[in-house]
T-cell receptor
Framework: DQQVKQNSPSLSVQEGRISILNCDYT??????FLWYKKYPAEGPTFLIS?????DKNEDGRFTVFLNKSAKHLSLHIVPSQPGDSAVYFC?????????FGAGTILRVKS | NAGVTQTPKFQVLKTGQSMTLQCAQD?????MYWYRQDPGMGLRLIYY???????DKGEVPNGYNVSRLNKREFSLRLESAAPSQTSVYFC?????????????FGDGTRLSIL
């Protein structure tokens, strides 16, 4: 039973436009949410996080939104750049562990 | 500025062989983790160590053992490798015991079992 779901395996966006990546979770005990970015042959790198007491967190071009009632979070990238092309993983934490989604491949076309 | 270092980067084993994957971090982190990544399944937790001297099972621990050698090092052992253990293995560390800090990952070990 997948507790963290990324229902879009891939997303293609034009350079300069907004990329929106979505993530749904089922466990109400999750209290900390993260997005990671992964390039081929490298480990995941931390991008941005949000605590369950907030509904938005912003860091430069990246914004994460959390809707607790819908158990849904999203990552907005504005403007999208070709270097943003990577696999994006959503993760959630109920404590000292992380539960990952399956990932979404983002392709930003120039 | 090494962060999390994993060795080896690639390995091919025959079914039944044993192997230890090594992981070391230089960030003075308390918690360390081992994941495997399979196509379409994201990262799944194998074992973790919240602090030196403790280890706990994750989501997929069968067929693996771990050792938290000291604060820096956390190794993963396959005693009798099986083709189902073909995967990319990632080690991670975190400064928090409670999970409210990001984990930092190594670049992975690509393991093929024939």
């Amino acid at each position: 039973d997948q507790q963290v779901k990324q229902n879009s395996p891939s997303l293609s966006v034009q350079e300069g436009r907004i990329s929106i990546l979505n993530c749904d979770y089922t466990n109400s005990m999750f209290d900390y949410f993260l997005w990671y970015k992964k390039y081929p042959a490298e480990g995941p790198t931390f991008l941005i996080s949000i605590s369950s007491i907030k509904d938005k967190n912003e860091d430069g071009r990246f914004t994460v939104f959390l809707n607790k009632s819908a158990k849904h979070l999203s990552l907005h990238i504005v403007p999208s750049q070709p270097g943003d092309s990577a696999v994006y993983f959503c993760a959630a934490s109920p404590g000292n562990k992380l539960v990952f989604g399956a990932g979404t491949i983002l392709r930003v076309k120039s | 500025n090494a962060g999390v270092t994993q060795t080896p980067k690639f390995q091919v084993l025959k079914t039944g062989q044993s192997m230890t994957l090594q992981c070391a971090q230089d960030m003075n982190h308390n918690s360390m983790y081992w994941y495997r990544q399979d196509p379409g399944m994201g990262l799944r937790l194998i074992y973790y160590s919240a602090s030196e001297g403790t280890t706990d099972k994750g989501e997929v621990p069968n067929g693996y053992n771990v050792s938290r050698l000291n604060k820096r090092e956390f190794s993963l052992r396959l005693e009798s490798a099986a083709p189902s253990q073909t995967s990319v293995y990632f080690c991670a560390s975190s400064g928090s015991r409670t999970g409210a800090q990001p984990q930092h990952f190594g670049d992975g070990t690509r393991l093929s079992i024939l």
